[in-house]
C-alpha cells in the first residue's frame, strides 16, 4: 500500500520540505516542540511564514484559500515529517481540526476570512471543548452562550479547562450551550473566537512533564457576533463531533515514535549492553525492535487510511478511533521499551540537560501519557468503534 500511495511528486515535496526544515532547525535539533518556551515559539512563527510562503502550510487545501491545491498525501507528508523532525510550526489546531471544519460547514465569508488568514501563517489555534467536569462526555458541557436575536451576539459564560497552547493563541473554537434548559446534544453551539477578547483569563497549568502547555480558560461576559457562529445556532453537537473526527488521525503520533525508535537504534550501536557486547548486538534488542517495528508500520497504514477515507467521505467514520488507538499505543509502547533500555541513566526531569536524548525520552514519556486521553480516551473510542462502527448496542 505505501508503494502505492505516495507519487514520485510526493517524495519531492518531501526532501524539498526536509530541505526547508533543514536551514530552519537549529543544527542537531532533537527537541520535543515546547511552544510555551519563548524560543520554540519565535521558531514556529517563523517555521509557519516560510511555510506560507510555499503555500506548504495546508497543502492540499485549495488554492483560492492560500493552500496549495494538493494531493492530501500531501498533508500527511507534511504533518508526520514535522512530527519526526519535532519540528514546532505545525498548528494542527487550525489545519487539522478548525480549517477542515470550516471547509466542510463554513459559509463563504468565513472560509474566506478564517483559513486564509490560517495559512498565512500569522495566527495559532486552541480548542474550547473541555470543561472542570466534562472531557470525554463532551454532551455534559454547561459553558453558557446567550444569544440575543436583537443584536445577533452571544455572550459566553464559562471555564475550559486542559487547553492546549491557550496561552499562546489568538483564536479559538468553542462549543457552548446556548439554548436555556436544553440536555446533552441538543441546544449545542459551535463558534470560533478572538482570545483577545474582553473578559477571557488564561491561566496556565502545569503538566507532568513540568511543561505549561495546557491552561484553564475562564470566560466572562465574553461576546461573539452570530457571524461566529459555524453551521446554526443549537446545532452544533454533528460538527464538533465531525472536527475530532478530523483530530484522531493520530499521524503526529507515528512520527514521534518513529524518530524515538530510529534514536534508540542509533543509540544501541554506541553503547554497550556489557562490558563485551553492544545493545545493537542483543538479540532480545532485535526482536524487540522488529517487533515495534511491525506493529508501528500496521498503526502508520490505518492512520493514513483513516485521513485518505476522511477526504474522500462526509460521514463520521470509526477509521479514525482505532487510527487513534493504535498511533498513541504505539507511541507509548517504543518510549516505554527506550525508557527500559535508558533507565540505568535516567534521573530527575532536567536533571543532567547534558544528557539531551536520555532526558527527551523522559519528558516525552510523561507528556504522552495525555495521549491516550486527549480528543477523547481510547477507551471512549473503543466504544465508537463498537457502536457507530460494528452497530454493537450499547449495553
Avoid at 455572550?155 to 462549543?175: D, H, P, S
Avoid at 538479540?283 to 508500520?297: C, G, H, Q, S, Y
Wanted: hydrophobic letters at 35%.
Amino acid at each position: 500500500m505505501l508503494d502505492t500511495m505516495f507519487s514520485e511528486d510526493d517524495f519531492v515535496f518531501k526532501k524539498e520540505l526536509n530541505s526547508l526544515l533543514d536551514k530552519l532547525l537549529p543544527i542537531n535539533w532533537d527537541l520535543y516542540p515546547d511552544e510555551t518556551d519563548d524560543f520554540h515559539w519565535k521558531l514556529s512563527k517563523k517555521i509557519k511564514l516560510s511555510l506560507s510562503i510555499k503555500n506548504w502550510i495546508a497543502p492540499s487545501w485549495p488554492k483560492e484559500y492560500g493552500g496549495g491545491g494538493k494531493e492530501i498525501t500531501k498533508a500527511i507528508i507534511l504533518s508526520e515529517t514535522m512530527a519526526y523532525r519535532m519540528s514546532p510550526g505545525n498548528d494542527r489546531f487550525a489545519t487539522r481540526m478548525i480549517g477542515p471544519t470550516i471547509l466542510k460547514y463554513g459559509t463563504s465569508l468565513q472560509k474566506k476570512k478564517i483559513l486564509t488568514e490560517i495559512t498565512s501563517g500569522k495566527v495559532q489555534w486552541c480548542q474550547g471543548y473541555s470543561e472542570p467536569n466534562s472531557g470525554s462526555d463532551l454532551a455534559s458541557i454547561t459553558t453558557k452562550g446567550d444569544y440575543n436575536k436583537e443584536t445577533e451576539t452571544i455572550t459566553i459564560n464559562g471555564i475550559k479547562v486542559w487547553t492546549t497552547l491557550a496561552n499562546r493563541a489568538n483564536r479559538m473554537f468553542i462549543l457552548v450551550r446556548s439554548q436555556p434548559g436544553s440536555k446533552r446534544h441538543k441546544g449545542l453551539t459551535f463558534a470560533v473566537l478572538d482570545m483577545n477578547n474582553k473578559g477571557i483569563t488564561v491561566n496556565p497549568i502545569k503538566n507532568i512533564a513540568g511543561k505549561f502547555s495546557f491552561n484553564e480558560v475562564i470566560l466572562k461576559d465574553v461576546k461573539i457576533s452570530s457571524e461566529n457562529i459555524i453551521g446554526k445556532l443549537h446545532e452544533g453537537w454533528k460538527i464538533a463531533l465531525d472536527l475530532l473526527n478530523f483530530e484522531r488521525s493520530g499521524i503526529d503520533y507515528i512520527g514521534w515514535a518513529e524518530r524515538c525508535l530510529d534514536d534508540l537504534i542509533s543509540y544501541s550501536k554506541k553503547n554497550r549492553l556489557t562490558k563485551n557486547e553492544m545493545i545493537f548486538d542483543s538479540e532480545t534488542f532485535k526482536k524487540r525492535v522488529a517487533i515495534l517495528k511491525a506493529d508501528l508500520e500496521s498503526a502508520k497504514i490505518m492512520t493514513y487510511k483513516a485521513i485518505w477515507k476522511k477526504s474522500v467521505s462526509d460521514d463520521i467514520h470509526m477509521e479514525p478511533s482505532m487510527s487513534k488507538i493504535l498511533a498513541t499505543e504505539i507511541n507509548n509502547k517504543v518510549h516505554d521499551y527506550a525508557l527500559e533500555i535508558l533507565k540505568d541513566k535516567i534521573g530527575f526531569i532536567d536533571e543532567d540537560p547534558q544528557n539531551n536524548f536520555v532526558q527527551r525520552i523522559l519528558n516525552h514519556r510523561l507528556f504522552f501519557v495525555s495521549g491516550g486521553i486527549l480528543a477523547g480516551t481510547n477507551e471512549i473510542q473503543k466504544n465508537i468503534i463498537a457502536q457507530r462502527g460494528l452497530g454493537f448496542p450499547k449495553s
